[in-house]
Structure formats: structure tokens, C-alpha cells
């Protein structure tokens, strides 16, 4: 199997299946051939059982970076770029001063962002030239991040490298463009796959060498100011939860969401609840381990999705944990097919067995994202909730509202609301507390004016869903 999933022109990636089924990527310059330090750090993220949308994600990143590296690298010593930067005074200036790796690099986020509207000459050249599409921010921070990871990652080459640019006289270039110039004409003369060869792996030993002393390396990569549009907020507007969760088509559906609003579980692990990581009688949920599965099983590592994650207890609050026990129960009596997957939610449509003649019927989470989109935005059209705030939100926005919802209105140990960082870190499972600071901002004002909505709307669905069972008996 093979999957070329990103077109490219200077790069060519491939993600591969062994025999044996082992997934592995391959990174090819069209150029100067294999891009091994590529190649080992991607493939080492696969052996350390990182989840494979991860893996997949960064591999692209990764690619989309370095058919940019190649292209700059040969238009830097382009007739056109050097027009352009004779007539750009703002650019002029620091084209003699910087080395060829950092005019590369401080010109990749307006590659990404402005595109062929770049008032950066360099990647307004190479956007043109690669016909590249301008992307959203959020697609931009993850991309910069990916290579910032990339090259922090590189530490271990860097002596190695050293020692083999000055065994085989690659070029330095730490030096300005003009002397770099200089240095290519005193060899002899090159063809030109031989001329921009030389420049490439030269450039491309640079970035991991180079870029690895650097100890800020974001500091490289500095976008600029987001726009008040770019700004809003992430949380799913608490004052709707319950307007949302009663019009919610599935019980299925109700039930995965009630656990990501109220337990802070992300998408992809609330679809992939097993049988027994639920106890009925203490109304208890657990994530388990996913990370036990190794890159060697091969029947589910590339439907392995999510981040890691510190701990695997849900800190399931009311009145979704009500909620999610009542639309679990109805879930499993009235639309669950019958399977015997340890996975609790199910896709809904199943294939047959052409050996035995029998229906199977896949775990959700094996989804595509398109139908976890597609099935989130008719819920919300379904509550009329289509406004500009909401066409911004997808389903993390749950996550985000129970960070929020911890850090103001969660009653707390003390007789008061609202839990500090730390605590909401440990109940959000995260490993750093920067990332829960993303989540988890003050705003308690707002929310407390609110919470009392989804309360009651939620507590009249409880008595609901009792008077149900009282009818079916």
C-alpha cells in the first residue's frame, strides 16, 4: 500500500506499508534524493506509538516546509528575486546582512499566511511558483509548530553535521548571500541539477545544524498580531449546551457529546469508549490506554487518533453526567446493532462479511473526520443554533467550554466555585499547564449569568427521560 497524500513540487512523500504491515514514511528531494533526517524523525514518532493522525499531520507539515526550503533556496539566486530586491528598499537592506537560512525562514509564515499577495518578495516568488493557496491561521500556528519541533528535535546531528561539512566542503551558509555567491563560482562549473543540488543539501544541513543552536527557535517563525475576528472565543456559548444536547438527532450522539462537555474529553476519545471502561452502578468513566498499542499492530494503528495525555480518570460533572447515563442506556436499548465490539458507539451503517454472511459494524471513532463534521453541523443547524458565532466552532469547542465551566462555575471543595490552574490541569488531563491556560480563563461573570440555563433545561430532559421509561414498562 502507498499514499502520496500531499501534492508537492520539489518533495515527494510517501507513506508505505511494509510486507509485514509496519507503516513507515518516505521523504524524496527531487533533487538530491532522500531527505533522511525527514525520514528518522517521522518514522521515530511512529516506533514511539505517537497517534497516527499525529503522525500523518506533521509528516504533511513537514513536507509542505520543505518543498518550500528547496524552492527558496533556488529562487534566492533567481535573476527574478534579485530584481525584486533591488527594487524593495525595506528588503534591500537586510538581503545583504542575513544568511540565506534565516531569509528563508523568517519568509515562511507570509508564504503560508499572504500567499502570492506576500509583500515579502521571496515567498511571494515561491508561493507563485508553487501555486500555493493562502491558509488559515490556526493551519499556520500548527504547521510552525510541527517544524519548530522538528528542528528542536535535531540537537543530536548537529556535531555530526558539523564535523561532516568540514570533511566534505559543504558550504557555509552562515554567510551572506553574496559571499555564498562567491564561493559557488570558485568551483567548477556545475549543470544545473548539480548547482542547485549542492545548494539544497547544503541549505537543508544548515536547517538542522542551524537551527538547532538557536534556543528560541520560534522566535524565527513570528506571526503577526491576530485580527479581533481571530480572537473569539473557542467555548461553545454555555448559555445554548442545552438547547444543543436536547436537539441532538442520536442518542449516540447525545451521549458522546455529554461526555465531552462534561468530562472534557476530546472527540476522539469519547468515541472510543469501551464496554468496560464504564461503571453503571458509580456512574464512573475511564479512558484507558491507547498508547499500549504499538506501531506492530498494524489492524489499528492508523486509526489511532488524539494526544496524550497525563492520567486516564474523567472528572464527570452535573447535569451531564445524568445526562450521558440516560442517552447511554436508551443508546444501547434502542439503536446500538448488534455487535460484540468492546467499543460502545458504533457506526451506524455496517458492511457485510462476505465470508460469513453477517453484518459487522465499525466503532465510531473510526470515522472519518468528514462525517464527525458533517454529523456536528446538522446537530447545530438542527437547534437552529447557524449564527457567525457558531460557524467557527467544531466539536472541541466542548473541551474548551469545560475548561472554562471548571475554572468559574464548577462548585469546588471549599464551599465556593470555579478550581485553580493545577486543578483544572489534572481534571482536563493535560501534561503542561500551559495548555490548560488555553482553556481555562477568568470569566466568571459571564459565566455564572448563564450556567442556570443549561441546568434547568437539562434537569426537565431528566424528568423526561424517566416518565419515557415509566411509559415503555
Not at 98 to 119: A, N, Q, W
Not at 387 to 393: D, F, H, I, P
Amino acid at each position: 500500500m502507498e499514499k502520496t497524500t500531499r501534492k508537492t513540487k520539489n518533495i515527494i512523500k510517501r507513506e508505505l506499508k511494509t510486507s509485514d504491515g509496519m507503516i513507515f514514511y518516505s521523504f524524496m528531494s527531487r533533487t538530491s534524493g532522500r531527505i533522511l533526517e525527514l525520514e528518522e524523525h517521522i518514522n521515530g514518532m511512529i516506533i514511539n506509538s505517537q497517534p497516527y493522525n499525529t503522525v500523518k499531520s506533521k509528516a504533511s507539515d513537514l513536507a509542505k516546509f520543505y518543498d518550500y526550503f528547496i524552492e527558496a533556496s533556488h529562487v534566492l539566486h533567481s535573476k527574478e528575486y534579485l530584481l525584486e530586491i533591488q527594487n524593495n528598499r525595506a528588503y534591500s537592506a537586510s538581503h545583504e546582512l542575513r544568511s540565506s537560512l534565516t531569509t528563508i525562514f523568517h519568509s515562511y509564515p507570509s508564504f503560508l499566511l499572504d500567499g502570492k499577495l506576500s509583500k515579502n518578495p521571496l515567498a511571494k516568488i515561491c508561493a507563485q511558483n508553487l501555486d500555493s493557496s493562502i491558509l488559515a491561521r490556526s493551519s499556520v500556528s500548527r504547521m510552525i509548530s510541527s517544524l519548530c519541533d522538528f528542528i528542536a528535535a535535531s540537537n543530536a546531528l548537529e556535531h555530526s553535521l558539523k564535523q561532516q561539512r568540514n570533511i566534505d566542503g559543504i558550504i557555509n551558509v552562515e554567510q551572506g548571500l553574496t559571499a555564498v555567491g562567491e564561493e559557488l563560482g570558485l568551483i567548477r562549473v556545475l549543470s544545473e541539477r548539480e548547482r542547485k543540488a549542492l545548494i539544497e543539501n547544503s541549505y537543508l544541513a544548515s536547517c538542522i545544524s542551524g537551527g538547532a543552536k538557536v534556543t528560541k527557535i520560534k522566535n524565527f517563525f513570528n506571526l503577526p498580531k491576530e485580527t479581533a475576528k481571530g480572537s473569539q472565543d473557542k467555548d461553545f456559548p454555555i448559555e445554548d449546551v442545552g438547547r444543543f444536547l436536547l436537539n441532538v438527532k442520536s442518542h449516540r450522539d447525545k451521549a458522546m457529546y455529554a461526555l465531552c462537555f462534561g468530562g472534557g474529553l476530546r472527540i476522539s476519545e469519547a468515541s472510543s469508549i469501551r464496554l468496560q471502561d464504564i461503571n453503571v452502578l458509580k456512574e464512573e468513566v475511564r479512558l484507558y490506554d491507547k498508547g499500549t498499542i504499538s506501531y506492530l499492530d498494524t489492524m489499528n494503528y492508523t486509526t489511532r487518533r488524539g494526544k496524550s495525555i497525563e492520567h486516564y480518570s474523567i472528572h464527570l460533572i452535573q447535569p451531564f453526567k445524568s445526562f450521558f447515563f440516560d442517552e447511554l442506556t436508551l443508546y444501547i436499548e434502542n439503536e446500538r446493532p448488534s455487535s460484540d465490539s468492546e467499543f460502545i458507539f458504533l457506526q451506524g451503517r455496517g458492511t457485510k462479511n462476505k465470508v460469513t454472511g453477517e453484518m459487522v459494524y465499525h466503532p465510531y471513532y473510526r470515522s472519518a473526520q468528514s462525517t464527525i463534521k458533517n454529523t456536528w453541523d446538522a446537530n447545530l443547524k438542527r437547534a437552529g443554533l447557524n449564527t457567525e458565532r457558531y460557524e467557527s466552532l467544531g466539536t472541541h469547542s466542548m473541551r474548551h467550554f469545560y475548561g472554562m465551566y471548571m475554572k468559574n462555575c464548577a462548585p469546588n471543595d471549599i464551599g465556593g466555585v470555579g478550581y485553580s490552574d493545577d486543578d483544572v490541569q489534572f481534571f482536563m488531563r493535560h501534561a503542561s499547564i500551559k495548555s490548560t491556560q488555553i482553556y481555562a480563563r477568568d470569566n466568571i461573570e459571564r459565566m455564572m449569568q448563564k450556567i442556570e440555563i443549561t441546568n434547568k433545561a437539562l434537569a426537565v430532559r431528566e424528568s423526561v427521560f424517566y416518565e419515557e421509561g415509566r411509559n415503555i414498562d
